[in-house]
């Protein structure tokens, strides 16, 4: 079975009614995709969407002029191939670091697959682009729900904590070795400003028969330790 008889490919003939039509998918599935991660307040808004979806839409009508302008002289997949990598840049500014916590991973990727729905679009890939968006928007959504499903079941911990002094850490220390808890990773950060307190992330594995919000208690409870939570 051809690829011509799986998607319809009349939206990749070079007339301009079709670039209309591709330009008005890309600003559609940009939207879509940016009203996504807006309402869930997260980076990569539908202005940046759009912006990248038509651009890459653009891209690729660009490609497809120049070959028909220049035929045989152009690698129509040239250019696509440098706007995928370039993007990526962009998405890396989104990625925030703040302690131990690193954020915007998801909106660096979202803002990648935007400029290939828009690449998909610019060369009259309509139908792929639509089912990639569909499927894009019903993962990130399915995500969380299976996550939390599955992750309820981990004994799998890392845990931030807030202590008072170098007496604190070595108290939270032993009590994961009293408890069996085999430490993957124990970082401390030393405070920077008078003030502040010592800060530990620690990741680990708790024994089958200990309950995870109430070894959060346990530690909590434990001499010098200020505050406890799960990462």
């Given at each position: 079975?051809?690829?011509?008889?799986?998607?319809?490919?009349r939206?990749?003939?070079?007339?301009?009614?079709?670039?209309?039509?591709?330009?008005?998918?890309?600003?559609?599935?940009?939207?879509?995709?940016g009203?996504?991660?807006?309402?869930?307040?997260?980076?990569?808004?539908?202005?940046?969407?759009i912006?990248?979806?038509?651009?890459?839409?653009?891209?690729?009508?660009?490609?497809?002029?120049?070959?028909?302008?220049y035929?045989?002289?152009?690698?129509?997949?040239?250019?696509?191939?440098?706007?995928?990598?370039?993007?990526?840049?962009?998405g890396?500014?989104?990625?925030?670091?703040?302690?131990?916590?690193?954020?915007g991973?998801?909106?660096?990727?979202?803002?990648?697959?935007?400029?290939?729905?828009?690449?998909?679009?610019?060369?009259?890939f309509?139908?792929?682009?639509?089912?990639?968006?569909?499927?894009?928007?019903?993962?990130?959504?399915?995500?969380p729900?299976?996550?939390?499903?599955?992750?309820?079941?981990?004994?799998?911990?890392?845990?931030?904590?807030?202590?008072?002094?170098?007496?604190?850490?070595?108290?939270?220390?032993?009590?994961?070795?009293?408890?069996?808890?085999?430490?993957?990773?124990?970082?401390v950060d030393?405070?920077?400003?008078?003030?502040?307190?010592?800060?530990?992330?620690?990741?680990?594995?708790m024994?089958?028969?200990?309950?995870?919000?109430?070894?959060?208690?346990?530690?909590?409870?434990?001499?010098?330790?200020?505050?406890?939570?799960?990462i």
């Open positions: 079975m051809g690829a011509a008889d799986m998607f319809t490919t939206f990749s003939e070079w007339t301009w009614q079709n670039i209309l039509v591709r330009i008005t998918f890309a600003l559609a599935l940009g939207i879509v995709i009203i996504d991660r807006g309402v869930k307040r997260r980076g990569g808004g539908a202005r940046t969407t912006t990248v979806c038509l651009g890459s839409a653009m891209v690729m009508l660009m490609e497809q002029y120049l070959e028909a302008i035929p045989e002289r152009l690698d129509i997949s040239r250019i696509a191939a440098q706007v995928i990598s370039g993007v990526g840049f962009l890396a500014g989104s990625i925030l670091v703040s302690g131990h916590q690193i954020k991973l998801t909106s660096a990727a979202s803002i990648w697959t935007c400029a290939c729905i828009g690449l998909a679009v610019g060369i009259g309509l139908d792929g682009a639509v089912i990639l968006t569909a499927v894009w928007l019903l993962g990130v959504h399915m995500a729900w299976i996550e939390r499903k599955v992750y309820r079941y981990s004994r799998y911990l890392t845990l931030y904590i807030e202590v008072e002094d170098g007496k604190a850490i070595t108290h939270v220390s032993r009590q994961l070795k009293e408890d069996n808890c085999l430490v993957d990773s124990f970082h030393k405070p920077k400003a008078k003030g502040q307190h010592f800060q530990i992330v620690a990741t680990f594995r024994p089958p028969k200990i309950n995870r919000e109430e070894y959060l208690g346990i530690l909590h409870k434990l001499k010098g330790v200020l505050f406890v939570d799960e």
